[in-house]
């Protein structure tokens, strides 16, 4: 198959009158304008798998992230006693140990989306690695790791769905506990934002940088091809945009290169490399960015590309300043089939009437009475870890009102667990010291 590889320099004043490269014709510039406005599809039904590698933290990142949760939990260190101090420790140590273990093999899930029209479905679950489970007690659980393959079932389903005022509701599905939380979302929350959905396009940045300078925008958010600013490219004396071609037409196999380069006097350099089909520059099979200076910033390869022209592999690499890997991210596709009816009944919201609602817009005083109800029935329950939690929380949950505060500590000085009389002692001896 013929490749192209297509480089993207932001960078000006760059001349190629010393290099192989040449200026593009008619046709090269016809191709990168439908490359440019290729539209997403129509409709969408796809199934992949992903795994995230976030290596831009390390252990003590994760430490520190542990041990101002566990302060919010139990109070600060040197004011807990020592039972509770070696659980707080015990926390801190088991949820590190977890990301570390995620950071080594990437955190996994399973996709599912589904799109047509201003209707919009999300499934999903997470894998996860074999872990420790921490209950708060001397009692810990182990528990294997969740691996993804085409039997696992999803757990939280999103559907978004607009209708003819442009107003959009989600729809959150969490199907374990058969329960839905329902919101009012932004146009710009109800959008889909997973970049997947434009894997059989050209990269969203280069494809924006090139179509600035030969788009016009007109009314009604449409744009319109400058016939103006294409000549000049092909001449190369568009500012800021020059584009030239490298290309072997005596070898059907050769690699044939487009670079683009793009800046201006106030925008930071930014030079693009695209490998892409030399028929459809949209169909791209490489592409990374770099800096003025050549640091490689990210990173993006495509491969095994279907008979519709989407890649079911893909990859993406971020680096830092330095050149060192910050994250990665491997798509591999399972299904996909694009402008295709997507059946009404995917966007059918709770047809069985089966989920109770969440009531996902509640307001801070209805949070905060919902915590203070939940806390004071954890009091009363025989789960003594819950005991000293709504403890810990209270004092928080209830700092302004002293005496409520106080009543509820000293209700549970006779409690039958040591750890949650210490707790209530606590309790009532931060309040002394806050006097």
């Excluded at 919902?370 to 954890?378: C, D, I, T």
Aim: net charge neutral; proline share 5%; with cysteine.
């Amino acid at each position: 198959m013929k490749r192209l590889n297509v480089v993207v320099f932001a960078l000006l004043g760059v001349s190629f009158a010393n290099s192989e490269l040449q200026l593009l014709d008619a046709s090269h510039i016809q191709k990168l304008v439908a490359a440019i406005s290729k539209q997403p599809p129509a409709s969408m039904d796809i199934t992949y798998y992903r795994t995230v590698w976030d290596l831009s933290r390390d252990a003590q990142d994760f430490r520190r992230i542990y041990e101002e949760a566990a302060t919010e939990l139990y109070g600060p260190e040197e004011d807990i006693v020592p039972a509770m101090a070696k659980r707080r420790e015990r926390m801190i140590q088991l949820n590190t140990e977890r990301c570390l273990k995620e950071r080594e093999v990437g955190k996994k899930s399973k996709i599912r989306i589904r799109y047509q029209g201003g209707c919009h479905r999300i499934d999903h679950v997470r894998g996860v690695p074999a872990r420790t489970i921490f209950r708060g007690t001397d009692d810990e659980r182990f528990e294997p790791g969740k691996k993804l393959d085409a039997t696992t079932d999803f757990t939280v389903s999103e559907i978004r769905i607009t209708d003819p005022n442009n107003v959009t509701r989600l729809y959150t599905y969490f199907h374990n506990g058969k329960t839905v939380s329902v919101r009012t979302i932004s146009e710009r929350q109800a959008r889909p934002l997973d970049e997947v959905t434009r894997f059989a396009m050209m990269p969203s940045v280069p494809a924006d940088i090139v179509r600035k300078k030969l788009f016009d925008q007109i009314p009604d958010g449409l744009a319109k091809a400058n016939v103006v600013t294409m000549e000049q490219l092909q001449q190369g004396t568009l500012a800021g945009l020059d584009i030239a071609i490298d290309e072997d037409t005596t070898n059907a196999a050769a690699t044939v290169q487009l670079r683009i380069v793009w800046g201006t006097a106030t925008v930071p350099a930014l030079r693009m490399l695209l490998v892409c089909d030399p028929e459809d520059y949209a169909k791209v099979y490489s592409y990374e960015a770099r800096t003025a200076r050549g640091v490689l910033l990210w990173k993006e390869t495509r491969s095994d590309f279907d008979s519709q022209g989407f890649p079911h592999n893909v990859t993406r690499v971020q680096y830092d300043d330095a050149g060192n890997v910050m994250r990665r991210e491997s798509y591999q596709v399972e299904a996909v089939q694009m402008n295709v009816p997507i059946p009404p009944e995917a966007f059918a919201v709770d047809p069985k009437g089966e989920y109770t609602e969440m009531g996902g817009q509640q307001s801070p005083a209805e949070q905060r009475a919902h915590q203070l109800a939940q806390y004071k029935e954890w009091l009363k329950g025989e789960n003594r870890v819950q005991r000293v939690r709504a403890l810990v929380g209270l004092k928080e949950l209830v700092k302004d009102d002293p005496g409520e505060l106080r009543r509820i500590a000293t209700s549970m000085q006779n409690d039958p667990a040591p750890d949650v009389r210490k707790a209530a002692t606590w309790v009532l001896q931060s309040l002394k010291s806050e006097k």
